[in-house]
């Protein structure tokens, strides 16, 4: 395969699991787009910055330099600071973050400075996130989008967090009203409902898109 594989969705549609999967089926790498904007956010809440001020936040990333690593057994994020090199991906998926990274990444600053990462990335690879196939790359020739309903998506992030499935379940449907912005497919895409699906099902269903 040549080119960009696109996969938008909400949160906890499957984007990442079947990302990776269809990644490795074409010998490809996957860039997790979310990691980017979960590392800003992480970055905001240790340094006090209001995940509310932009200018802020632009002024602590332009202290780092932060790379994505696209290695097949899963992405990682590392920053580069004045206190030496850290790996930030084990600190990524916490409700901590989970809670100001909507907050954050909403500033078209912050979006662009992802975006820009993501960019220095040489394709071809498959890339997932929530407006990879609209905003960063549209001319992407093969587009994705995986929905589920909120309660299919919650159980299966219940699984991944200290939370219960209620309280996971609110904080689901108020980051899908604040991700609402950047969160419609693209015309184009081919759209996916994973509610009553296995994973390698949906990742077999992309992969027959593909080979059309
Ligand atoms: O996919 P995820 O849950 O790891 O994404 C974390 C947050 O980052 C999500 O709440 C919305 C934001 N995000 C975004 O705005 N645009 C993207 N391309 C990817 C993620």
Redesign the pocket.
Known sequence: MRGIVTIDGP?ASG??SVARRVALALGVPYL????L??AAALLALRAGVDPGDEKGLLALLETFRVRLLPKPEGNRVVAEGASGQEDLTPHLHTPEVDRV??LV?RHPGVRAWVNARLKEVPPPFVAE????GTAVFPEAPHKFYLTASPEVRARRRTLERPQDYGEVLRELIR?DEL?RA?SAPAPEAIVIDTSGMALEEVVARVLSHLQD
């Open positions: 949160s984007k990442s997790s787009s979310g990691l904007y979960r990274v909507s990444a996130g929530r407006d990879m980051r991700d950047q």
